[in-house]
C-alpha cells in the first residue's frame, strides 16, 4: 500500500502525493466511508491519478462524487474519464452545465486558436447541480458550497472547517484565474468574490494552481486593489466597465476644440 500524504486532516493533494506535477490541483476529500476528488484535471493523467488512489487503498466504488470548480478544461478535460472509470456523480454549478454537457471549445478555454491550443474535450453529463448555500455530505466530512464568480460564472469554493477551496479566485503570489471576456469573466463579480474570501475566517487557501497558503489578507487585497483598476482599463477590453480616458476625449471632441501641441 502507497502511504498518504495529508495535507491536512481528510485532505489529500495529488500533485503532492505524487510527487510531482499532473496539472490542476486534485484535491481528494477523505470522509472515511466516502471520498471525493475536486477537480480532476487533464485527460492524460486521469489514469494515473486513478491508480494512485487505489494503491493508497481507498475503494474505488467509495467515491462519491467528482465535482468540478468551474468548467475550465484544465481543470475538468478528463472528467467524462474519470466518471466512466469510477462510476461516480458529477457535481458543478448550473453555469457549468452547458460547456460540460456540450464540451463547449470556446467556454472551456480548450481552443485558443490564436496561440495554437487545441484540446479535445469530451461531453460530461452533470449529475447533481450545486449551488450556494449546499453542504455535500462525503462520509463524515462537509463541504459547504460557495459561489464566487468573476473567473468564470460558475466558479465555486468550497469550506471545510478551516480551510477553503477557493479555485481560481486567488493564489500565493496574489494572481488569479485568467480574466477572459470569452468564457464569461466579470471584474465586479471577481472583487466581490475576493472580498467574500478576505472576510472569512479560513486559516488556510487550497487553490486550483501552485501552493497552499496560510491566508494573508495582503495577498488578497492586493488582488482587490489590482482588479479594482482594472474596470477602468482598456487592456481588459469587453470585461471592463469603463475606460475613463475615452469620456475625456468624448468631452474634448464635442467641445470643439482641437488638442494645443504647442504647450507644456
Known amino acids: 500500500m502507497l502511504q498518504r500524504k495529508y495535507l491536512f486532516p481528510r485532505v489529500i493533494?495529488?500533485?503532492?502525493?505524487?510527487?510531482?506535477?499532473?496539472?490542476?490541483?486534485?484535491?481528494?476529500?477523505?470522509?472515511?466511508?466516502?471520498?471525493?476528488?475536486?477537480?480532476?484535471?487533464?485527460?492524460d493523467t486521469v489514469e494515473e491519478i486513478i491508480d494512485l488512489i487505489r494503491k493508497m487503498d481507498f475503494s474505488l466504488s467509495a467515491c462519491k462524487m467528482l465535482i468540478a470548480t468551474h468548467a475550465d478544461a484544465d481543470h475538468v478535460q478528463g472528467i467524462a474519464r474519470a466518471k466512466e472509470l469510477l462510476k461516480a456523480r458529477v457535481a458543478a454549478h448550473p453555469s457549468s452545465i452547458e460547456p460540460l454537457e456540450t464540451g463547449d471549445e470556446v467556454l472551456t478555454f480548450a481552443v485558443i486558436k490564436a496561440q495554437g491550443i487545441h484540446l479535445p474535450m469530451p461531453r460530461c453529463k452533470v449529475d447533481l447541480v450545486i449551488n450556494e448555500g449546499d453542504v455535500l455530505e462525503i462520509g463524515e466530512a462537509k463541504l459547504a458550497v460557495w459561489h464566487t464568480p468573476g473567473h468564470t460564472d460558475g466558479q465555486l469554493s468550497f469550506k471545510l472547517g478551516n480551510l477553503l477551496f477557493c479555485g481560481d479566485n486567488i493564489y500565493k503570489d496574489s494572481c488569479v484565474g485568467v480574466?477572459?471576456?470569452?468564457?464569461?469573466?466579470?471584474?465586479?463579480?471577481?472583487?466581490?468574490?475576493?472580498?467574500?474570501?478576505?472576510?472569512?475566517?479560513?486559516?488556510?487557501?487550497?487553490?486550483?494552481?501552485?501552493?497552499?497558503?496560510?491566508?494573508?489578507?495582503?495577498?488578497?487585497?492586493?488582488?482587490?486593489?489590482?482588479?479594482?483598476?482594472?474596470?477602468?482599463?482598456?487592456?481588459?477590453?469587453?470585461?471592463?466597465?469603463?475606460?475613463?480616458?475615452?469620456?475625456?476625449?468624448?468631452?474634448?471632441?464635442?467641445?470643439?476644440?482641437?488638442?494645443e501641441f504647442g504647450k507644456r
Not at 500533485?15 to 484535471?41: F, H, K
Not at 474596470?231 to 476625449?249: H, K, R, S, V
Open 179 to 259: 480574466i477572459d471576456a470569452h468564457h464569461g469573466s466579470n471584474l465586479p463579480d471577481f472583487i466581490k468574490s475576493l472580498v467574500r474570501i478576505r472576510n472569512d475566517d479560513a486559516e488556510f487557501l487550497l487553490p486550483s494552481h501552485g501552493p497552499v497558503f496560510r491566508r494573508d489578507n495582503r495577498i488578497i487585497q492586493k488582488a482587490i486593489d489590482r482588479l479594482t483598476q482594472y474596470q477602468y482599463m482598456a487592456d481588459f477590453g469587453t470585461c471592463a466597465i469603463d475606460w475613463p480616458l475615452l469620456d475625456e476625449w468624448e468631452k474634448e471632441v464635442c467641445s470643439g476644440r482641437l488638442p
Open 13 to 43: 493533494e495529488m500533485n503532492y502525493q505524487a510527487g510531482r506535477r499532473l496539472g490542476v490541483n486534485t484535491y481528494l476529500i477523505d470522509g472515511g466511508s466516502a471520498w471525493a476528488l475536486i477537480d480532476i484535471g487533464y485527460l
